[in-house]
């Protein structure tokens, strides 16, 4: 069978991905390009954003106009959160983010006549086991991803991933040394290690290990292979942490840490766990221990109730921190988060009333905010007389 997949989102969908491609193509079916024509087609679809949702909707539509006969197959987060939504594209089969084989297994089981839809979809927040994938690289690329964690239990309010990808599970340490040794074996000579919250990893195992302790075993099994982290939590960035993690050569020395907003009464409405000073703390503490790292962040403008003076309030704290890049994203309403239902009044872990809900920015703000944020970060950047160094690259 020709075999086309289509991934969208996070590098957990792309580690996801090329597990994927690397079990059909043990069981004899041949990978085709997306663009072309083949039996089956794979969507692996990210809910992140509304505008998330959009893309997937439309790589489903290509590639039911593109082969009407084709089997057309999608997971991950978007059919995890919404079924129904994918269902009514007229796709053959709908599976979430959970058993990966068992999404293969059914895709070989679906017949090319058509027939109904299969749809299965589990609980997300009843998962308690880490589903074991082999770890590798995409087709055609030369860097590897380790996943070494799934699920998150932040409960950002802006934020449905919880819901998609359901409670902490981590891989043990043991077994995320193996697979790096793996991978240095196979000829990867760099590794990226991924999950949806890696600051999270080893809660659910009780035993004592951190994230650093899983980063010094990784390093230590493959030597000879660059050490990359996906995004960091900034509470994980602590003078231990910062420590021993400066002692690894191996390591590159690039640490994204989610903002999301520089001013502490929006970071109390999204539910973030931090404020500036313990965010700036972790940019120093970096800084002390590197030379010249790279540090990158993510930030959300427009989110609701943001008014002219916060949002002023965190441009000012980008100036402080001097990102080397960032990601800045207009906030996006999700189906069943508490800032799009209103209810961020109160932050309790009981429910509690929905407070009176706080009205959006207008359409304009989100948009002219963030054309604010890219020209301001440039001439930050020059008046900082900063060097033009990729981030990660090695040390300089």
Known sequence: ???????????????????????????????VPFDGAADAYVINTCTVTAVS???SRQMIRQARKRSPHAVV????????????AVEALGVDLVMGTADRMGFLDALEALSPDGGHPVVRVDDALRRRQYEH??????????????????????????????????????????EAACEAKRLAGAGYRELVLTG?????????????????????????????????????EPRTVTEDFCRRAAALPNLCPHFHLSMQSGCDATLKRMNRKYDSARYYESVTLLRE????????????????GETEEEFDQTLDFVRRCAFSAMHIFPYSRRTSSLASSG????????PAVPAPRRPLCPARCPRRRRRRGPAGRRRWRRSCGRPGWSAGWGRP
């Not at 969908?13 to 069981?27: C, H, K, P, S, V």
């Open 343 to 350: 209810s961020i009044g109160s932050l309790s872990t009981t």
């Open 133 to 174: 994938l082999p770890a590798g690289g995409l087709e055609g690329r030369t860097r590897a991803m380790l996943k070494v964690e799934d699920g998150c239990v932040n409960f950002c309010t802006y934020c449905i991933i919880p819901y998609a990808r359901g409670p902490i599970r981590s891989l043990p340490l043991e």
């Open 1 to 31: 069978m020709r075999v086309a997949i289509y991934t969208l989102g996070c590098k957990v969908n792309q580690y996801e991905t090329q597990a994927m491609e690397a079990e059909l193509t043990r069981r004899g079916h041949a990978l």
């Open 196 to 232: 949806i919250e890696i600051s999270s990893w080893g809660h659910d195992l009780k035993n004592g290990q951190g994230l650093i302790d899983l980063v010094e075993a990784v390093c230590a099994a493959a030597p000879e292979c660059r050490v990359r982290l996906g995004s960091l």
């Open 289 to 304: 221990h590197f030379d010249r790292p790279g540090i990158t962040t993510d930030l959300i403008v427009g989110f609701p």
């Open 53 to 55: 949702d959009k893309k």
């Open 73 to 84: 197959a999608v997971c991950g987060c978007y059919a995890q959160t919404d079924p129904e």
